[in-house]
């Protein structure tokens, strides 16, 4: 560390030496001499703010980052000596610091390895405590230096991360990728320590239980963000391109994270919200070659069949993403038809509807291909025989052929296939009128080479009153299957209950805050006539084996799959021990879509997998996002076809083979 003496020094030449040029305004050798010389521990403190806020002071180090575009405006300065391995038990007080230099003190000049003493006010901005500089003249060079990274256990507290805030970090042990939502408008992706993601706390926990609390207390723990070294918000529509999105190299939840060199552990983000996170020590661009460090490749071709085991007959649960075939705007002229509104790309075309009509899906024609040849994808590499689709568009509702839109897919599918591979279960006659149902609804496909239909079409059809149970959710529906090959017959049933983002009309369906979201009521209820349902199918037609599948909107452990468990059903993700997740929500995995058996069935059961095709990829693969960002992003392939992971459960030709 420079001595006072040897800080106030350098100023004073410095400011000699340049006194009276231009309009900059240099500090007088007077004026310098009133900054307070301080190490930068004593301007970080051990607290979340810096003791000396608001003060002028003048401090030294060597630069360990500069960013001299990104709009970060600044660099980071850390103490001689400072660093390399360290106990976060007894380290209280970081020896780094951000240093703010403004446009109006000039482009930032130096580098990594430069030594320099600054003068300026401390502050707080988002968490972080920053030296502002007011000129370009507060900043002398002193010669040159290095700074070893910090080497220690993970900093799992928010003390701990305090400490560091600021200083080159190596980060150490496993560290997985957790989210990838945020890439898209701030270039960020939340990171995890350990070799899984962050989990949704109900998800393996009963909400509200102290299990629950100490899973959110681990999500705490270990997430940390990374950052690009940018302050730039994207938001797209944009022509900027956009770090850790890249198709050759892809970026998803699940995947390792091997550091290439040291970061920067920093705080920031939004001011009311600050966030810690780990800061490349130069800006991140498109460039997987700037990227801070390397992702594994987590992505497969196809379900993991040495997971599904021996099947005779594979079933499987997609929840395809509001699958339209009415669109939007059908005539391509950009207006939308029946008062439809479409989110638009930026070139100003729309690329899916946003609201102002019963469409929900594609915007034109050509979002309409986009969207389907990545459905068609997925769903023919899926290799499924039975298939309950969710969120497909209900024909009937919009006043078309029922069945119009299924059997426009199936057509795709086997167009896409080379034969006739694929066929669409009609709709049951015990639906409701359309009239009262919801403008997307529930389906089933198959494959007649493996399975042939046994009696009608069947749908829980007497509950969609506003006072019922699927008043506000999508009545179920199901078909009762053979194996070609053989075997015993079974009931397949997909289903879609309420969603958790608004409240429906029971007593408990506010939020409460438990974890379990908004109409937690409503599933219960849902959950509760689907038994009952089931179990009267079940007398009617003698079947003994049960298969339920489809977008129920609850985690594993909320009340009501219970509700199901309870009945003697049993979630084929826990029957398999895979610890796999469907849906990425704020950063945290977890099912909402499950298959599950009673317990017949289970002895059939041969495994499951859940193909990692969606929830963890960046939204920017969407057809949704096409002509988003500066770089054409698009593709056939499946992934990203929609934000819900399909689930697909092996079963043998009899219980017990």
């Known amino acids: 560390m420079f001595s006072a003496r040897q800080v106030l020094g350098s100023v004073v030449g410095l400011t000699a030496a340049v006194a009276g040029v231009g309009a900059v305004a240099i500090p007088t050798a007077r004026a310098a001499t009133t900054a307070e010389a301080v190490a930068i521990a004593d301007i970080q403190g051990s607290g979340t703010t810096s003791p000396l806020a608001g003060k002028t002071v003048t401090t030294s180090g060597i630069v360990t980052a500069a960013y001299p575009s990104g709009g970060f405006f600044g660099f980071y300065l850390q103490t001689p000596g400072t660093g390399g391995s360290l106990d976060l038990g007894s380290h209280d007080a970081s020896d780094a610091v951000f240093v703010y230099q403004p446009r109006s003190a000039g482009a930032v000049t130096v580098a990594p390895g430069d030594a320099v003493t600054v003068t300026g006010e401390v502050t707080e901005y988002a968490g972080l405590t920053q030296v502002s500089v007011p000129t370009a003249g507060d900043i002398v060079a002193d010669g040159t230096g290095s700074i070893e990274p910090v080497v220690s256990q993970w900093p799992a507290t928010g003390a701990q991360k305090e400490s560091l805030e600021g200083m080159l970090f190596a980060p150490q042990g496993d560290i997985t990728v957790s989210n990838t939502y945020g890439v898209e408008n701030f270039g960020e992706l939340g990171l995890a320590q350990g070799e899984r993601p962050l989990l949704q706390p109900t998800e393996v926990a009963r909400p509200g239980s102290d299990e629950a609390e100490a899973v959110a207390a681990d ?9 690009d070294g940018s302050s730039t918000t994207l938001r797209p529509p944009t022509s900027r391109t956009i770090p850790y999105v890249s198709n050759t190299t892809p970026v998803v939840v699940g995947a390792s994270v091997d550091f290439r060199g040291p970061v920067i552990l920093s705080e920031g983000g939004s001011p009311s919200a600050p966030t810690y996170r780990l800061q490349p020590t130069r800006v991140a661009t498109a460039d997987p070659a700037s990227w801070p460090a390397d992702f594994g490749d987590v992505r497969s071709d196809a379900p993991d069949e040495r997971k599904i085991g021996r099947a005779d007959v594979k079933i499987a649960s997609f929840n395809v993403l509001n699958y339209f075939t009415t669109l939007g705007d059908a005539d391509d002229d950009n207006v939308g038809d029946g008062g439809c509104t479409a989110y638009k790309d930026r070139s100003g075309d729309g690329n899916n509807v946003r609201g102002g009509c019963n469409q929900r899906g594609a915007w034109d024609p050509a979002d309409f291909e986009r969207q389907q040849s990545k459905i068609v994808s997925a769903i023919n590499a899926l290799d499924a025989d039975v298939v309950g689709l969710m969120e497909i568009e209900n024909s009937a509702r919009l006043g078309e052929t ?24 009609p709709s049951s006659a015990e639906l409701p009128d359309a009239s009262g149902s919801d403008v997307i609804t529930n389906a089933i496909i198959y494959k007649r080479s493996a399975v042939r239909r046994i009696g009608e079409a069947r749908a829980l059809g007497d509950q969609s009153g506003d006072d019922q149970a699927f008043g506000n959710a999508r009545e179920p529906i199901g078909q009762v299957f053979k194996p070609t090959v053989g075997g015993a017959p079974f009931l397949f049933v997909v289903n879609h209950f309420k969603s958790k983002g608004s409240p429906g009309p029971w007593p408990g369906d506010r939020d409460t805050g438990d974890g379990q979201g908004s109409s937690n009521e409503s599933r219960v209820r849902q959950a509760t006539a689907l038994v009952s349902w089931v179990s009267s199918v079940r007398a009617q037609t003698g079947i003994t084996d049960v298969a339920l599948a489809g977008d129920f909107n609850a985690y594993t452990q909320e009340d009501p799959m219970q509700v ?4 003697g059903y049993a979630d084929s993700e826990t029957l398999s021990g895979n610890e796999e997740y469907s849906y990425s929500f704020s950063g945290l995995a977890g099912s909402l879509d499950h298959v599950l058996l009673n317990r017949h069935a289970q002895r059939r059961f041969t495994g499951s997998d859940i193909w990692k095709i969606n929830s963890g990829e960046s939204l920017l693969f969407e057809y949704s996002r096409y002509n988003y960002t500066g770089v054409d ?14 689930v697909i459960v092996g079963l043998a030709r009899n219980a017990g083979r």
Not at 402 to 425: M, Q
Not at 634 to 646: Q, V
């Open 219 to 227: 999500n705490a723990a270990r997430g940390i963000v990374l950052d």
């Open 402 to 425: 029922p069945d119009e839109a299924t059997n426009s897919l199936v057509t795709a599918l086997n167009e896409a296939a080379g034969r006739k591979v694929w066929t669409a279960n």
């Open 564 to 567: 199901l468990y309870e009945a």
């Open 633 to 646: 992003l698009h593709t056939d392939s499946p992934f990203r076809s929609s934000d819900h992971d399909p």
